[in-house]
C-alpha cells in the first residue's frame, strides 16, 4: 500500500514519540521534509531549526531484536535554492591554522546561497559572488542526512548526533536507490527522516551540505528477528555498515565489527575468513567528522562475494526491482 502523508510537525530528536502515521510491512510512504534551519519548500519557517525531522513512522510488526530495511525510493529537492555555511570546523584543521587565519574569513553565519536545478542536475554558487569561484558548478547528489529509528532504552537523542539508532550521519552514500537497515529498538521502529542535501563532500567538514527541503519516498520491510547492532546499507555494488561515535578509532571499531557480523551471519564466512576478506578488500568512507559522534563506514564489494560463489541476493534486490 501507498501512504501520502503531509507532515505538519516535526521533530529535533529522536526518540518514541507519538507516530504520525502506521503502516505495515512492505508498505511505502511519499511525503516530504523541510532544510535544517526547518524552512519547507517556500522558504517558510514552519518549525524551530537543528534537522527537523518528518516522523515518526510505526511499521507494524517492527519489534526489538528485528532489523528495519528502508528502501530510499525517492530523494528529490522540491526547491531551487539551498544554503551552505562557508567554515571548514576547526576541529578537522590543524589548531596553529585556525589561529593564524582568525578573523581573515567572514563569519560563519554567512552563509553561501546555491541555486539547485533539479532539470539538468546541477547545484551552482551563486553567493557571494566570488571572481575565484566564479559560478562553481556541482553534479547534484541528493542524500539524506540524518535519518533512523528511535533509540534503545526509551531514549530521545538529539537529531545533532548520531548513534546506533542512526541519526546525524551525514554519509554521502545514504542516496536514492539504497537499501538501509536498522536495528530495531522500539515497538514499531518509528522510523524518522529529514535533513536533505543536494550535495555534500565527504565528513560535512563545514557543518552543511547544500541544505534543501525535499520530496521523499521509502519502502519498508521488517526482517524478522534479524539482529544488527548499527546501522547498514546496500546498493547495486556495495555492502555498507555505519559506525557513529567519538573518538574516530571507536568508529572504525563498530563499522568493522559491524560488518564482520554481517559476513557471518548473513553470507556464511567462519571467522578466519571474513577477517582475511576485509584485511586485503575493506574500502572506507568518512561520514560526518563535525557534529559530536562521527561516522566511519566500512565497505565491501559484492562482486567479490559472488566471486566465492556467495549468493547475495537480499531483500534490497527485491525493493530495488533487480
Known sequence: MVHHFEPTRYYTNMGTHEPVLRVKDGDTVVTSTVDARGKDRTD??????????????HVDGA?????LAVHLDMLT??????????????NVLDPDYVRETAGEIDSRDDLCRWEVDPDHRTVTLVEPDDTRLGRLALP???MTGCFGVAPDKGQAISTATSASH???MDYRGFVEGVTAYFPVFASGALFHIGDGHAVQGDGEIVGTGVEISFDVQFTFRVLKG??????????????????????????????????LRWLQADYGLDPRAAHTLLGQCVEYDMGNVFDPAYTMVCKI?????????IDTRSVHDELAGT
Not at 524551530?48 to 515518526?56: F, L
Request: contains cysteine.
Open 226 to 259: 534479524k539482529r544488527s547492532a548499527w546501522p547498514r546499507g546496500e546498493n547495486a555494488e556495495y555492502l555498507f555498515t555505519a559506525g557513529n561515535a567519538r573518538p574516530l578509532d571507536q568508529c572504525v571499531q563498530h563499522a568493522t565489527t559491524e560488518m
Open 44 to 57: 517558510t519557517p514552519v518549525t524551530p531549526p537543528g534537522n527537523p525531522q518528518t516522523g515518526p513512522f
Open 63 to 67: 519489534e526489538p531484536g528485528d532489523t
Open 166 to 168: 542512526g541519526g546525524n
Open 77 to 90: 529537492p522540491n526547491r531551487r535554492f539551498g544554503w551552505t555555511r562557508p567554515l571548514v570546523a576547526p
Open 301 to 309: 564489494r559484492k562482486d567479490l562475494l559472488r566471486g566465492l560463489g
Open 140 to 142: 547534484m547528489a541528493p
